[in-house]
């Protein structure tokens, strides 16, 4: 339950950085593709970890990855990645590491080709198999729990409990 009375999903409830990332972002529609990477990279991340530890980490993450600038991450090099790899302040996983500067480059493709990384992903909204299925073509590190992990998050499936102040209003 927030401070106000209303619910949150059971997930949120009881850590003030989960709650707040569940309010202000979790399920809500996100259309700048600089978000769009971090999103899909920190959910990369978290693979096999707790969502709790890439939240509390998020804010090493964007300062590690230029700030998700999509262009500036594809650049990366065998330095980048070295330097990376002595960053306590992130998960340090080379194969992630990698995916994470492969992806950006997919992504600048995927901007060559449809304008926007925005306009790619929404214009397949509820076709989430499909989403899925172009997303393991195009990217590294990311299959079915990742990629629909991140349609949560960028807010293409609002997976909020019923009872949710978020579904409620």
Same mark, same amino acid.
């Given at each position: 339950m927030t401070?106000?009375?209303?619910?949150?999903?059971?997930w949120a409830a009881s850590d003030p950085l989960m709650a @707040?990332?569940?309010? +202000? %972002?979790?399920?809500v529609p996100c259309h700048e593709d600089a978000a769009l990477f971090e999103r899909l990279t920190l959910e990369a991340f978290q693979s096999g970890l707790a969502w709790r530890t890439i939240l509390y980490k998020r804010e090493a993450f964007v300062r590690a990855f230029e700030g998700f600038d999509? &262009? @500036?991450?594809?650049?990366? /090099? &065998?330095?980048?990645? +070295?330097?990376?790899? =002595?960053?306590s302040s992130i998960v340090r996983h080379?194969? @992630?590491?990698e995916a994470t500067i492969y992806n950006a480059g997919?992504?600048? %493709?995927? =901007?060559? &080709?449809h304008g926007s990384f925005d306009r790619f992903l929404w214009a397949m909204a509820g076709q989430n198999e499909e989403v899925c299925r172009d997303f393991r073509r195009r990217?590294?590190?990311v299959g079915p729990t990742v990629c629909y992990s991140f349609l949560e998050s960028v807010g293409m499936v /609002?997976?909020? +409990?019923?009872?949710?102040?978020r579904v409620t209003g």
């Open positions: 401070d106000d009375g209303r619910f949150r999903c059971f @707040k990332y569940h309010d +202000e %972002d979790w399920a999509i &262009e @500036k991450v594809a650049s990366f /090099n &065998e330095t980048d990645i +070295e330097r990376l790899l =002595q960053d080379r194969k @992630k590491i997919a992504i600048l %493709d995927i =901007q060559g &080709e990217f590294r590190f /609002n997976d909020h +409990e019923p009872t949710c102040w």
